[in-house]
C-alpha cells in the first residue's frame, strides 16, 4: 500500500524526534568511539607512561608495549636507517668435472682413465652486512667457500669486488673486504646477550636472489644448539622471521638498528622457511671481526685444557644441581689452564662470569667470547656446593714440534702427510685434546695411502709391531720396506689393525 506524502513527512519528524530525546538522555560514552589522529599516535608512541618493564640477562631493562599506538608502529625509518648496509655476496668457483665421454668404451681404448675433466664456472649467492665503513663485511663462509671470485653488489646497484680477510667453517664466518675507497653505510654492532625471547627483529638479506628483502619476526628462543653440523659452538640465536636460501650471512637487526646476529640457517623439509631460522649471535661476531682486524690468519680458539659432557638427569641428581644444566667436566689435562684453575673431573661448569651456562656448547660459545689472554670466572658446582675458580685463557700450546712430512717411497703411507700430535694440531683437526701420537693430517688424491683406505685423523699406533712416537719412527720404519705391513690405527676412539702386502 502507498503511503502519502504527508505519512511521509509526519514519519520523518518522529524520527528526529527520537534522536533529539537519546542525545539528551543517552550518556556520550555509550555511543561515541573515537580514533586517535596520526599525531596523537606519535605524540602518545612517545609520552605514554610505561607500566612495566622487563628485565633483560645482562641487567638491563625493556618496556614493555601498552598502547595500540605503541603496536602500529611502523619498521620504514628502521628499513632506511640499516637497508644500505646489506649486501648481495656473489661468489664463482672452478670446478673440475669428470667428461661426459669418459665413459665411452671406444674412447677408453685410446685414452683409458687418462680422460682430462673439464672446468666449469659453479656460482653461490648469499648475503652480507657492512660493519666497517673501510669495507668490512662479515659474512657466512659457506657462501664464499672456496670462491675464486667474490663480488660484492651495493643496495644501489654498486658492484665492488672484494677479498677473503679471514674464514673459518667451524664458526661458519668470513670477514670480506669491499675493494673500494668510498665510504660505506654500516650498521652497528649489538650485544647480543641484551637480546630476550619475544624482541621484535628484522632479517635483511637476498632470498633466492630475488634482490633485497626484508622480514620482521621475534626472537624465539636463545642459545639453540645442534643446529650445525660441524659447528664448533651450538649457540644460535632462533627467529620466526622469514629466512630463506640467499639470506645466509645477511642481519638480524633489533629495533635499535644494531646488528644482534648473522642469519645462517634454517629447519626446513622443502627448503623454503617454516619459521625456524637460526642466527649467530654478534658476541662471536665481535670476536671474529677483531681477530680478522688483527691480522693473524686464522681464528684461535681458548684452550681450556679439559673435555666436557652434558649434565643428565642422574648426574643432576647425584651432584645436587636443581636440574640437568651445565658441562660435566670428563677429563682434564695435566698442566693444562683447567688444571691450574683447580677444575677437577667429575664437577659441573655452571656459569661464566654469573652467566648461566645450560651445555657444554654454551661453555666453549662464553669461553671464546671472553677472549685470549683474558680470565674468565667459573662457577663450578659439586656435592651441591657451588665455587668460582678463575681460569686464564690461553691459545692450545703445541707440547711437540708440529714436524709435518709428506711420505713418499713403495709404502702403504705414501702421499700422506704425518704430523706430531698436540692440543694445537689436534684442536685443528677438531681431535679430543688429550690425543697423542703421529696423526694423518691430509692424504693426497689417487695416492697409495688413499687406495688403501687410510684418512685424516687417523693416528698411528704401530706399524710391524714398533710403537710410533713421532714423525721421524715413522719415516724410518717405512722406509725399511718390508714385504708385509701390519698396522694399528685409532680412528675415532676405535683400535683398527690392518695387513698389507
Known sequence: MRRSPVSLVLSGIAGLVIITFLAHFVAPTDLSVSYPTVDQLKTSAVTTPVASRSTAPDGTTKAVPESRADMQM?????????ANAVVNVYAEKLVESRSPLADDPFLQQFFGQRMPNRSEKQSSLGSGVIVGADGIVVTNNHVIEGADDIKVALADGREFESKVVLKDDRLDLAVLKIEGNVPFQTIPLGDSDSVEVGDLVLAIGNPFGVGQTVTSGIVSALARNQVTPGSDFGFFIQTDAAINPGNSGGGLIDMKGELIGINTAIFSRGGGSNGVGFAIPANL?????????????????????????????EVADALGLDRARGALVSSVIEGGPAEKAGIRPGEVVTAVNGIPVEHPDALGYRLTTVGIGK????????????????????????TAPRDERLIEGRTPFSGAVVGNLSPRLADELRMPATSEGVVITAINRGSPAARVGFAPKDV?????????????????????????WRVEILRDGQRIRQFFR
Open 375 to 398: 680470565d674468565a670466572r667459573l662457577s663450578v658446582a659439586d656435592n651441591g656446593k657451588v665455587r668460582d675458580v678463575v681460569l686464564r685463557l690461553e691459545r692450545a700450546p703445541e
Open 74 to 82: 611502523s619498521f620504514s625509518p628502521l628499513v632506511k636507517q640499516t
Open 285 to 313: 661476531v665481535k670476536v671474529f671481526i677483531e681477530s680478522a682486524k688483527g691480522g693473524t690468519g686464522s681464528f684461535v680458539r681458548p684452550f681450556i685444557g679439559a673435555s666436557f659432557e652434558p649434565v643428565t638427569s
Open 460 to 484: 698411528i699406533i704401530a706399524v710391524n709391531g714398533v710403537p710410533i712416537d713421532k714423525t721421524e719412527t715413522l719415516v724410518k720404519v717405512a722406509a725399511g720396506d718390508p714385504a708385509f
